[in-house]
Each structure stands twice: as structure tokens, then as C-alpha cells.
């Protein structure tokens, strides 16, 4: 398919929906506020005129119009928020002495239990574990949990306003 | 927090993104968003640029190809002109165009039109470097 046939045969409305969602949801993530002027929406406009102009090539996708979109934007951000990240972990407090894991399983438990300070609950909890343990697509989170992909995408809404605050309390542990 | 555990949250919170369905990321811009009939504007103009910039660089590869047979079909360049006789010959519907002595500027675009500009260029180019 090319290009404009791309444009034109998917629903580019809704495809540019999920893309501003996703923005508003990483800046969110991140927690940063300045975006240099920039809405988010700006961003799905730079990386659609990125893919007309060639300089993210469709031709040469082997995924469906949506995830090379997708793909396109999140490498975008990246490289957007690359500098904003090490500035905001640079200015997060130390966490105490003698509270650093010694390992990933460690501080998966310890990411566990701030959760739950936050008052996640058992669901969320459930949700972040499959994280975790690498499985990150709704649909076969909701088949393991034996839930309904839309319970699922209600509850990762609710984890996703934790994250935040999940980021700030660990995120010097490395 | 370990990139690793931060990496998979980024992951999966971009796959919640990619899959949602259409009311839960209306849901979520709903939040966000403050004036929607704005947001709704800009993303019209985002579209309509985006197009408009995806159909000129497909003419301008179309007429660069075009040119780049005709050059081959005057200076008989072997290459371009087999990859030409090729779509002719790969396509019942092309049979008027078998002689590609008096084929014209508008049968080029009709034998082409449809194909990956992209290929089509990349295997001109590579020929070029070789002569």
C-alpha cells in the first residue's frame, strides 16, 4: 500500500486520536510540564509530516499503518524527552540509605507495595505484575486474568494516573 | 527506577494506547483536551497537510521515473528498459504498450502509476551507479 493509499484507506481520524491520547499520556508519565511551546498535539502533526516528507519511510513497514505510526512517534518523544528525563532524575531527592534493592525482584516488590500505599487495588496490582513480567498488550493481559479487554484498559487508566508519583519515590534505583 | 522496569511500563502504557478502543481514548481526550472543537480543527489541518505533502512527492517521483524511462528508451539503457518491458509484460491489460519504441509520456504513467515508486527508483539508482 502506499503512502497515500495509506492516508486515505485508514481511519485517520481515529488513528490521530489514539496518537494525542498516548502524548497527553506520556508527558503525564514524565511529569513534564514545559513543553517549549508545544501542544501535544504538535507532536502527531511532526511525525505525520516526518512520514509525507520520507524521512520515516512507510515503504519499507512490514506492520499495519497504526504501529509504524505508533512506532514513528514514540521514537519521536524519545528523543524529545531524552533531556528532560536525565534533568528531572537529576533533581529527584536520594532515596534513604539502606532502602536500595538489591535486585530486580526486590524492587519489582517494592514497586509493589508503593502501589499500594497509593492505594492501588488488587486489579491494578494484577495489571502491573503482567507488566512486569513482560506481557504488555491488553488483549493477553485480559485473557490471563480472565477479564474483559475493557476492564482491563479501565484499569490500566487507573494505574497509569500512579505512575507519576510510582516514578518519583524509585526512580533512583538503578 | 531500573530502566528495565521503567522500559516495560513505558511498553505496555504504549500498548494500552495502540489497542484502546475508539470510546476509551475518547474518554481520555476528553480529559485532556479543553476545547475539542480546536482540537478538532488541528487535526483537519495536520491531515490535509500530511496528504497534500504525500501526493506532491508522489507526483515528483512519478515525473522523475517517467524521465528516467524516457532517457533509457532514447538512449537505449538496457536496465530501465527491462524493468519497462517487464510491467508490460506482467500485466495482460498493457498489451497495447508492447512496442516501446512509440510509447509516450502518458502510457509511461499508465504502465507505472501503480507501482512502488520507491523500488522502482531504488533499482534505476542502483543501475546508474554500476554504469
Given at each position: 500500500m502506499t503512502l497515500e493509499e495509506a492516508l486515505h484507506n485508514n481511519d485517520m481520524n481515529d488513528i490521530m486520536d489514539s496518537m494525542t491520547a498516548y502524548v497527553y499520556g506520556r508527558i503525564k508519565t514524565i511529569g513534564v510540564k514545559d513543553l517549549e511551546g508545544k501542544t501535544p498535539e504538535d507532536f502527531v502533526g511532526e511525525v505525520l509530516m516526518k512520514v509525507a516528507e520520507g524521512e520515516r519511510d512507510w515503504s519499507k513497514a512490514k506492520c499495519s499503518f497504526k504501529d509504524f505510526l505508533f512506532g514513528c512517534l514514540k521514537s519521536h518523544l524519545y528523543n524529545f524527552f531524552k533531556s528532560f528525563e536525565q534533568k528531572y532524575e537529576a533533581e529527584l531527592p536520594d532515596i534513604e540509605?539502606?532502602?536500595?534493592?538489591?535486585n530486580e525482584s526486590e524492587l519489582k516488590q517494592i514497586a509493589i507495595q508503593k502501589l499500594k500505599e497509593d492505594g492501588a487495588d488488587q486489579d491494578e496490582i494484577d495489571v502491573f505484575e503482567c507488566w512486569i513480567e513482560d506481557m504488555d498488550k491488553p488483549a493477553e493481559i485480559a485473557e490471563l486474568l480472565g477479564k474483559n479487554v475493557k476492564e482491563i484498559y479501565n484499569i490500566t487508566k487507573r494505574l497509569e494516573r500512579k505512575m507519576p508519583k510510582l516514578q518519583t519515590q524509585i526512580i533512583k534505583f538503578v | 527506577m531500573s530502566r528495565e522496569i521503567k522500559n516495560k511500563i513505558d511498553d505496555a502504557l504504549f500498548n494500552f494506547y495502540l489497542e484502546a478502543d475508539k470510546d476509551t481514548i475518547k474518554v481520555s481526550l476528553q480529559e485532556n483536551i479543553q476545547n475539542l472543537v480546536e482540537y478538532e480543527k488541528k487535526k483537519k489541518k495536520i491531515l490535509f497537510l500530511a496528504k497534500a505533502t504525500a501526493n506532491r512527492r508522489h507526483n515528483e517521483s512519478l515525473l522523475q521515473l517517467v524521465s528516467k524511462f524516457q532517457e533509457a528508451l532514447l538512449m537505449n539503457i538496457e536496465k530501465p528498459i527491462a524493468i519497462l518491458k517487464q510491467l508490460v509484460q506482467g500485466n495482460p491489460s498493457f498489451a497495447l504498450y508492447r512496442n516501446l519504441d512509440k510509447i509516450s509520456k502518458e502510457d509511461i504513467i499508465e504502465i507505472i502509476k501503480d507501482k512502488n515508486f520507491v523500488e522502482l527508483i531504488e533499482q534505476l539508482e542502483e543501475d546508474e551507479k554500476k554504469h
Open positions: 540509605s539502606g532502602a536500595v534493592p538489591e | -
